[in-house]
């Protein structure tokens, strides 16, 4: 069984940084489309990241890019997300998912799911 377990996250002022890493077991990570999505209180969960593979093609919500970078070790089995210029909208609980289909950016799309980490950006 395939399992996402997140970490990073906390407390950060705005304009800070932050990166969360997501470590995958039960599987080997390179055999999966990996994504990063975000679910703020009183919303619904959103897609914000997305990296192939091979960690060749990235993608992002236009929320956030230009401030967050997903990057992938598939030696180590993890998958990152760097995140800059932090804002107070960014506050939200953070999960990683694993797709081993042929999804990209849809929440459907992702057959795996971490707990989520605590991201939260004070102004």
């Known amino acids: 069984q395939v399992q996402l377990v997140e970490s990073g996250g906390g407390l950060v002022q705005a304009g800070g940084s932050m990166r969360l890493s997501c470590a995958v077991s039960?599987?080997?990570?390179?055999?999966?489309?990996m994504g990063w999505f975000r679910q703020a209180p009183g919303k619904e969960r959103e897609f914000v990241a997305t990296i192939s593979r091979s960690g060749g093609i990235t993608d992002y919500a236009d929320s956030v890019k230009g401030r967050l970078t997903i990057s992938r070790d598939n030696g180590k089995n993890t998958v990152d997300l760097q995140m800059n210029s932090l804002k107070p909208e960014d506050t939200a609980v953070y999960y990683c998912a694993a797709d081993r289909g042929g999804g990209y950016s849809a929440i459907k799309d992702y057959d795996y799911w971490g707990r989520g980490t605590q991201v939260t950006v004070s102004s």
């Open positions: 039960g599987g080997t990570v390179s055999r999966y489309r």
